[in-house]
């Protein structure tokens, strides 16, 4: 970078197209998620060193702790490349992060969009994991304690629906509910898609601002590489 005879040096050498407030903004974001994802896999291994060993194998696809823990670890690393990379200044971490977080929100993207398309198979695909789940009530306490939290206000009748098919069916569903579990689970979630919309737009605003501080970082780090190497090539120039 040439400059003029009698132009001060401490400009041109401390100058730097990395700006201070979108590094450490990124950084902090990170460390906000980090911490959260060290919760995260805390409280998942938490809850799995307090189960008995026969029920630890019986049913991982669907113990609530085994999903709390998958999410926790790979939020933490994929934290940990956002929080070293802005820290460090690594185009690298900051790539693998903004890919990652990239593929994350996609995918998020697409199971909405199929969902909403395929809502058959949607429906088809939750009434066999809530099945499976049911199948394993008493294998798992986490899982006893989210089923039982799901359907604490959904038994009215004490007496196991004792005398319920001597009424109609008006008349019953004043006493027990008689849609199920999946008809109800459907219906909440039409009669609440504003609700669902606004959920899954604050999900996806952290990842979207998440990309867009990590990739204006790269483009400042590269930015800044190229004007070293543009220095060190000038340096013995007797204008420099």
């Known amino acids: 970078m040439a400059r003029r005879p009698g132009a001060p040096a401490a400009y041109v050498e401390e100058f730097s197209f990395v700006n201070p407030l979108v590094k450490y903004l990124l950084f902090f974001f990170n460390m906000l998620f980090w911490v959260i994802s060290m919760v995260m896999v805390s409280i998942g291994v938490y809850a799995r060193l307090m189960k008995h060993a026969e029920a630890a ?29 802005s820290l460090r200044e690594n185009i690298c971490l900051l790539q693998t992060f903004s890919s990652c977080l990239t593929i994350v929100f996609l995918l998020q993207l697409a199971a909405g969009i199929l969902g909403f398309v395929f809502s058959d198979k949607a429906r088809g695909k939750v ?12 294998d ?7 089923i039982d939290f799901g359907q604490k206000e959904a038994v ?18 004043k006493v027990i509910y008689t849609n199920g579990c999946i008809d109800k689970l459907v219906n909440w ?14 999900l996806a605003i ?3 601002v998440g990309i867009l501080l990590s990739q204006i970082l790269v483009n400042q780090i590269k930015d ?5 190497l543009y220095n060190q090539q000038h340096r013995a120039d007797p204008w420099y």
Do not use: K, W
Not at 63 to 68: E, F, G, N
Not at 127 to 138: D, K, Q
Not at 140 to 146: A, I, S, V
């Open 57 to 85: 194998l019986a049913c991982l696809a669907v113990d609530p702790a085994i999903l709390l823990l998958v999410v926790g670890v790979l939020m933490f690393l994929l934290t940990f490349c956002g929080c070293i990379g």
């Open 127 to 138: 009434s066999e994991l809530i099945n499976n789940a049911i199948v394993h009530y008493r």
């Open 140 to 146: 798992d306490l986490d899982l006893q304690n989210l």
């Open 156 to 173: 009215i009748n004490t007496m196991c629906g004792q005398g319920m098919q001597a009424l109609s069916y008006l008349e019953a569903g």
């Open 189 to 202: 979630l039409h009669s609440n898609l504003f609700l669902l919309g606004g959920v899954a737009l604050g």
């Open 206 to 208: 952290p990842q979207l």
């Open 224 to 228: 800044q590489i190229r004007l070293q």
